[in-house]
């Protein structure tokens, strides 16, 4: 976990506010995830980025949006947040380059509540 | 229908039992079949996995795959309190990679 950081940790916030969370890695790995979990729901996925120039929804992006400020950075904005986004959320990084598959690395999550 | 389906209902068994984890799959572009394994307040990690179908085993771990059936497995022998997580499993193609739910398992001392 120590190669994927994310801040905060812990954030409890009101509706209507602007939340940004951040994702730092120094794996060297050009593509970078974010994921919310929900009990019962499993991993979602939000945003995705390839590289530094290329950002992607996921299937969940509808109240969100993300930057990707340098291949080791990649953050998560709520610009508007609202209840039923409180949720664990996870960044992650991968670098499928000769692998055969996409093993991701995944930070130690941010959980977040909306109240 | 979620392209990973994985019955997240709590499992419990008493330690040294056998653990039989199992996912289904719709997609038939998917090639690569993972299971991550996720502590309580951690972020998942890659426990294993599997191309096409087959038998994988790591220790007390075996991942099994039967794309005819589009069917994913794990077994966790001799199971340990230390093996008391969620576990995800995942399935990827085509650059796209597809969580299950998650199952809870909880191994009694």
């Known amino acids: 976990d120590a190669d994927v950081t994310q801040t905060p940790r812990n954030r409890i916030t009101k509706t209507g506010k602007r939340i940004m969370l951040e994702c730092s890695q120094t794996?060297?790995?050009?593509?970078m995830y974010w994921y919310r979990q929900d009990p019962g729901l499993g991993l979602r996925l939000i945003y995705y980025s390839f590289d530094v120039k290329d950002i992607n929804k996921g299937e969940i992006s509808d109240g969100y949006s993300v930057s990707r400020q340098a291949q080791a950075k990649f953050s998560l904005s709520l610009e508007s947040a609202i209840p039923n986004q409180t949720a664990l959320y996870f960044c992650?990084?991968?670098?499928?380059?000769?692998?055969?598959?996409?093993?991701?690395?995944f930070g130690p999550g941010t959980r977040l509540t909306v109240l | 229908q979620k392209e990973v389906e994985q019955d997240p209902g709590p499992l419990s068994v008493p330690e040294g039992a056998i653990v039989s984890l199992n996912c289904t799959y719709s997609n038939s572009a998917f090639q690569y079949f993972m299971w991550y394994r996720q502590y309580s307040r951690k972020g998942p990690e890659l426990l294993m996995y599997?191309?096409?179908?087959g038998n994988k085993e790591d220790g007390r771990f075996t991942a099994q795959v039967d794309k005819s059936s589009k069917y994913i497995s794990l077994f966790i022998r001799d199971s340990q309190p230390s093996d008391s997580a969620t576990y995800l499993c995942a399935a990827y193609g085509n650059n796209r990679l597809a969580f299950g739910k998650g199952n809870q398992v909880v191994v009694i001392p």
């Open positions: 599997t191309y096409s179908s």
């Open positions: 992650a990084t991968s670098a499928p380059g000769r692998r055969i598959t996409d093993t991701q690395y």
């Open positions: 794996k060297g790995h050009d593509r």
